[in-house]
């Protein structure tokens, strides 16, 4: 059984299409039950009403009755994915906005399959594109992929930030029975961050898969508070590549 994780705040332009498209790309290419796990963190919205609108026997809604961040909004869909679900083979997250596209997931799913323990939608493999991304922005996220590969470089991973990622769900359960409400600790963008890092404490086996970002799909801005989240992972990089030095074990 699949597992996909929505996290979803303020997303009722794009849910509706994202879940249908879901629905259609599991139908053709995903032998496997599909279950699609939307956690509404707190919108303001109709992101609920959208959802509630396609109810059926493989959607499940989740809520937040405030918002409490990306890293919470996983966590919930993780825990309810492998522990209310035993079945649940592999667990994937994707972000709610349309701009990761469902035709990866066979292709992530059969890298589980093959072995890989983590597999990542990367824009940082031959073959990836980014449509509708400033040049700026670019250029930021892919400084930021080359200090995390020299700071805390993770054997196989070149993009440590992106959320589209397909996770072998005992792995998941491992990292839970091991942190606990901690495994992940980042409330806000940087939590992919803070998951990838400990899951190679794990000596997970991760792969990446190139992706096409179409962040040309994305309505509205972007929710992510670009200074923040830079800092957060930072943070993060400073403690796990000096651990001695931080006040954080």
Same mark, same amino acid.
């Given at each position: 059984?699949?597992?996909?994780? #929505? ?18 790309? &599991? ?16 919108? &303001? ?9 396609? &109810?059926?026997?493989? #959607? ?20 309810? +994915? ?21 035709? #990866? ?15 990542? +939608? ?16 670019? *250029? ?7 200090? !995390?590969?020299?700071?805390? $470089? ?20 491992? &990292? ?12 806000? !963008? ?16 991760? /792969? ?22 830079? *800092?957060? /992972? ?7 590549? !000096? $651990?001695? !030095?931080?006040?954080?074990?």
């Amino acid at each position: 059984m699949i597992a996909i994780v #929505l996290p979803a705040y303020n997303e009722e332009e794009s849910i509706s299409l994202l879940i249908e498209h879901i629905r259609k790309i &599991a139908k053709k290419h995903l032998p496997e039950r599909v279950a699609i796990i939307v956690v509404d963190d707190g919108s &303001a919205d109709n992101t609920i009403g959208c959802v509630q609108g396609l &109810a059926d026997s493989d #959607l499940v809604l989740l809520r937040h009755p405030k918002n409490k961040g990306l890293g919470e909004a996983i966590k919930t869909g993780m825990l309810h +994915a492998i522990y209310q679900s035993p079945d649940v083979d592999v667990v994937v997250t994707m972000d709610s906005d349309n701009t990761h596209t469902p035709g #990866l997931l066979k292709r992530m799913i059969m890298a589980v399959e093959e072995g890989s323990d983590v597999v990542i +939608a990367s824009r940082y493999q031959p073959g990836s594109r980014v449509v509708g991304v400033s040049r700026y922005r670019q *250029l930021l996220s892919l400084g930021m992929s080359w200090m !995390f590969r020299l700071m805390v $470089p993770v054997p196989g991973v070149k993009d440590y930030s992106c959320g589209y990622r397909a996770y072998r769900a005992e792995l998941l359960r491992s &990292a839970f029975q091991k942190w606990d409400d901690q495994f992940i600790s980042q409330s806000g !963008f940087s939590c992919m961050v803070d998951i990838l890092l400990k899951l190679n404490h794990l000596n997970a086996i991760m /792969t990446e898969v190139p992706m096409i970002l179409r962040y040309d799909y994305k309505k509205g801005k972007s929710k992510m508070n670009v200074r923040k989240t830079i *800092l957060d /992972t930072l943070v993060l990089a400073w403690r796990e590549r !000096f $651990p001695r !030095f931080s006040q954080k074990n």
